[in-house]
């Protein structure tokens, strides 16, 4: 139970300490939403800001998270597979299931990159 109490107030307190940069009462622009005080900013920093993104560059914002979420998802398969190949203690079936999931991760993220590829292509293409 005590360890239950533990992580549950560990993650509120790592809530509330993501969410206390929200509530800095520093001088904005008239723009009071997320977007306009992203917009401030990176119009500050020197970046051109799009007031209304058209639906391409949408969907390849959407497309190029995708991808990403699909490569941390190849390093997590990597480290558990590397995991349970040094904790396999000499048991061959084991390691050959480790060896397994290493080698269709590494197709997978093989798959990845070339769908990366293709729509980068694709979307200069469509750019331009």
């Not at 549950?8 to 009071?32: C, E, G, K, R, W």
């Not at 349970?84 to 050959?96: D, I, L, P, Y």
Request: net charge neutral; hydrophobic share 55%; proline share 2%.
């Amino acid at each position: 139970m005590k360890k239950h109490l533990t992580t549950i107030f560990s993650l509120l307190a790592l809530t509330a300490l993501l969410i206390l940069p929200y509530f800095v009462f520093a001088q904005t622009d008239t723009d009071n939403t997320i977007s306009g005080r992203l917009n401030v900013v990176s119009k500050i920093g020197g970046y051109a800001v799009e007031e209304s993104p058209d639906l391409l560059s949408t969907i390849g914002l959407i497309i190029n998270s995708l991808l990403t979420l699909l490569g941390v998802i190849f390093i997590i398969f990597i480290i558990i597979a590397g995991f349970q190949w040094m904790t396999a203690g000499g048991n061959e079936q084991k390691v050959e299931k480790s060896i397994d999931t290493i080698k269709r991760s590494v197709i997978g993220l093989i798959i990845i990159l070339s769908s990366w590829a293709i729509w980068q292509f694709i979307f200069t293409a469509l750019i331009t």
